[in-house]
C-alpha cells in the first residue's frame, strides 16, 4: 500500500501539470527510453531542447 502511494506522489505533479508540459515530459520519456534500449551514449540535450522548442511553438 505504501508503495502505490508513493508512486502517485510521483505522478501527481504530471497529472496536474498543463498538457502542454504533459506531452512535453512524454516525448522525453520516450526519447530516454529509446536511447536505454538501444544503450546510446550521446548527448540528450540537443535533443530535449527541440523537443521544448517545438512544444513552445
Do not use: C, F, T
Not at 505504501?2 to 510521483?10: A, F, H, K, M, R
Not at 529509446?34 to 550521446?42: E, N, Q
Request: hydrophobic residues 35%.
Amino acid at each position: 500500500m505504501s508503495q502505490e502511494l508513493n508512486i502517485d506522489d510521483v505522478q501527481e505533479p504530471i497529472n496536474s501539470a498543463s498538457p502542454e508540459v504533459q506531452q512535453i515530459i512524454e516525448r522525453v520519456w520516450k526519447l530516454e527510453k529509446s536511447r536505454l534500449d538501444r544503450k546510446s551514449k550521446g548527448h540528450i540535450n540537443d535533443d530535449i531542447l527541440d523537443i521544448v522548442k517545438e512544444a513552445v511553438k
